[in-house]
T-cell receptor, first 114, second 112 residues
Framework: KAGVTQTPRYLIKTRGQQVTLSCSPI?????VSWYQQTPGQGLQFLFE???????NKGNFPGRFSGRQFSNSRSEMNVSTLELGDSALYLC?????????????FGSGTRLTVV | KQEVTQIPAALSVPEGENLVLNCSFT??????LQWFRQDPGKGLTSLLL?????REQTSGRLNASLDKSSGRSTLYIAASQPGDSATYLC???????????FGAGTILRVKS
């Protein structure tokens, strides 16, 4: 079965612009989480969606937002991009059943802000 | 606040060696713990998931143990191969399992 699909794989944006990243979870998975990975901070939790509702949110500014659609696909938006937003953004999905199942991650979107 | 530490930060071993990667966490009230592998520039590949009620999990040459009371987990890799070279990440799931807190990872290089 298909894994977690993230698009696009690479993006180059200019400071001040906004960007939207997309994530399609594994079929049947309703929980979708987003993480930011940078060399300095490592992997940090952004937010988690379940059945179109944001269930958890990490410590990121309001410029970072997301949503989930009825088919469980999720999008993440970053507005007013800053150089420090350059990172690998990873999406993960998990099967229903709370924590009984582990997360499956996508290949990520590499965002470069210039 | 949960903090996860991985030791060592980097490890270089000759092919065939057995090795142990360590992960420690500050809050023992975890739901589960997951080990991942990450190749350069790639996403994460799940290796093993241990529920808080379990002591260990095994998959092929990999064995992960969990001691929740002491806040420790180890990943044992038997008979290492050059293809095992990657960054290994430990992640702790909080009480509801819905948020992972990651360690900084151990960069492993297996020399042929």
């Amino acid at each position: 079965k298909a894994g977690v699909t993230q698009t696009p794989r690479y993006l180059i944006k200019t400071r001040g612009q906004q960007v939207t990243l997309s994530c399609s979870p594994i079929s049947g998975h309703r929980s979708v989480s987003w993480y930011q990975q940078t060399p300095g901070q490592g992997l940090q939790f952004l937010f988690e969606y379940f059945s179109e509702t944001q269930r958890n949110k990490g410590n990121f500014p309001g410029r970072f937002s997301g949503r989930q659609f009825s088919n469980s696909r999720s999008e993440m938006n970053v507005s007013t991009l800053e150089l420090g937003d350059s990172a690998l953004y990873l999406c993960a999905s998990r099967a229903p059943g709370q924590g009984n199942y582990g997360y499956t991650f996508g290949s990520g979107t590499r965002l470069t802000v210039v | 606040k949960q903090e996860v530490t991985q030791i060592p930060a980097a490890l270089s071993v000759p092919e065939g060696e057995n090795l142990v990667l360590n992960c420690s966490f500050t809050d023992s009230a975890i739901y589960n713990l997951q080990w991942f592998r990450q190749d350069p520039g790639k996403g994460l590949t799940s290796l093993l998931l241990i529920q808080s009620s379990q002591r260990e999990q095994t998959s092929g040459r990999l064995n992960a143990s969990l001691d929740k009371s002491s806040g420790r987990s180890t990943l044992y890799i038997a008979a290492s191969q050059p293809g095992d070279s990657a960054t290994y990440l430990c992640a702790v799931g909080r009480y509801d399992g819905n948020k992972l807190v990651f360690g900084a990872g151990t960069i492993l290089r297996v020399k042929s």
